[in-house]
């Protein structure tokens, strides 16, 4: 089965503080994607990552940045929290050969910031 | 560009019942079709997919759901709700070129009454 992990299910952080949120999945997938998501507006992508070192914006970057420097690992980096930025962050992959498309998702970072 | 409704973010049936969710999507090009579950404070669940071949296609706990191509729609059903069904379920798309996002609706919460 595929796993995706993250590394932290709850996290609390302060405003302007810079907050790193990893996610690790171990099928060897090609992309990587971090969504946000928030009540009555679903999820909405915010970077995508399609190869090691890659990495392109998705509808909602700002106030966000990431890193790929491994296959396996895609970490999202708010470079200075803010309240609007409480939310669930969730991590998702899949791979570029096959043809399903589905992705396969972790199970979530509750981040609250205060 | 892409698009997923789910119409109606609450939905209320009683144990037993049949459970009717709706989705209608918009794409240029003939879509992957996409249903996942969501329960509290968990990542998501592929439910079902549809790629190609039959439009109505099975899924994990009884659901089911019809691609009808002339009504752009992908509704899920299942026959008769459990306790258990209650979650969120999230419609999405895609356009079925590798590296690209899921295109998700804004979900629909489903409560089982007893």
């Known amino acids: 089965d595929v796993k995706v992990t993250q590394s932290s299910r709850y996290l609390v952080k302060r405003t302007g503080e810079k907050v790193f949120l990893e996610c690790v999945q171990d099928?060897?997938?090609?992309?990587m994607f971090w969504y946000r998501q928030d009540p009555g507006l679903g999820l909405r992508l915010i970077y995508f990552s399609y190869d090691v070192k890659m990495k392109e914006k998705g509808d909602i970057p700002e106030g966000y940045s990431v890193s790929r420097e491994k296959k396996e690992r895609f970490s999202l980096i708010l470079e200075s929290a803010s309240t609007n930025q409480t939310s669930m962050y969730l991590c998702a992959s899949n791979p570029t050969s096959g043809s399903s498309y589905e992705q396969y998702f972790g199970p979530g970072t509750r981040l609250t910031v205060t | 560009a892409q698009s997923v409704t789910q119409l109606g973010s609450h939905v209320s049936v009683s144990e037993g019942a049949l459970v009717l969710l709706r989705c209608n999507y918009s794409?240029?090009?003939?879509?992957?079709l996409f249903w996942y579950v969501q329960y509290p404070n968990q990542g998501l669940q592929l439910l079902l997919k549809?790629?190609?071949?039959?439009?109505l296609v099975k899924g994990i706990n009884g659901f089911e759901a019809e691609f009808k191509k002339s009504e752009t729609s992908f509704h899920l059903t299942k026959p008769s709700a459990h306790m258990s069904d209650a979650a969120e379920y999230f419609c999405?798309?895609?356009?079925?070129?590798?590296?690209?996002?899921?295109?998700f609706g804004k979900g629909t919460t489903l409560s089982v009454s007893s």
């Open positions: 549809y790629t190609t071949g039959a439009t």
């Open positions: 099928m060897d997938h090609e992309n």
């Open positions: 794409s240029s090009v003939p879509p992957y």
């Open positions: 999405a798309v895609s356009e079925g070129q590798a590296g690209t996002a899921l295109i």
